[in-house]
């Protein structure tokens, strides 16, 4: 049992051998990267499904950028910045560059993998993190959860935005975005290439 289940109600067999892969973080991210190069080795671009798919895998990759920047994992309680917007904005902007590379592959079948994906993995992600976080900080956290949703913002009754800055050594030191940002820039380019 991994430490992100050992929490939760005791399962066996099949059902705990499910439930220890879809919190199994390694496997998420790992899988992840997968998609990207497999969505890209694939992808039958088109101009236009380029320029879709760039756009939302460049706002997923800028989301990411200004999430890592603010946050400190399991030191801090990140609450302005990205996180005035959700509790997540790292995983936002995870989905929307699997997303963003789906359509640029315009490859139909990608979309139910990434869909399959979501649905497996990141559910649980969230959960175990809330759980952490509210171990970690309390009241603080459960003050914070209900007014900012976990994924996707509301349009309207945003504070904090301004507050806190962002940090350089935060994005490119301490949550390693710089191989991310690569990663993301060289399959994206991969994808694009027979297009010339």
């Known amino acids: 049992m991994s430490h992100r289940t050992e929490e939760l109600p005791e399962l066996s067999g099949l059902l705990r051998v499910i439930r220890e892969m879809r919190y199994h973080e390694a496997s998420r991210q790992l899988l992840a990267f997968v998609l990207i190069a497999a969505f890209a080795a694939v992808g039958a671009a088109t101009p236009m499904s380029i320029v879709v798919g760039s756009v939302i895998v460049l706002v997923g990759t800028a989301a ?18 990205p996180y005035a917007l959700v509790r997540h904005p790292l995983y936002t902007g995870n989905i929307l560059i699997i997303v963003g590379f789906s359509a640029a592959s315009a490859v139909w079948w990608t979309a139910l993998v990434a869909l399959g994906f979501f649905w497996f993995y990141y559910p649980t ?25 976990a994924l996707v913002p509301r349009l309207a009754g945003h504070s904090g935005l301004s507050d806190g800055s962002w940090s350089f050594t ?6 390693g975005e710089p191989f991310i940002v690569l990663y993301i820039v060289f399959w994206l380019a991969y ?6």
């Open 64 to 81: 990411r950028l200004y999430a890592s920047g603010y946050i400190l994992k399991n030191h801090e309680l990140a609450t302005t910045g």
């Open 191 to 196: 994808l694009a290439w027979p297009l010339r």
């Open 125 to 149: 992600a969230i959960e175990y993190e809330d759980r952490k976080l509210h171990r970690l900080f309390g009241e603080r956290w459960k003050d914070w959860s209900k007014r900012v949703p």
């Open 170 to 175: 935060k994005s490119y030191k301490d949550n």
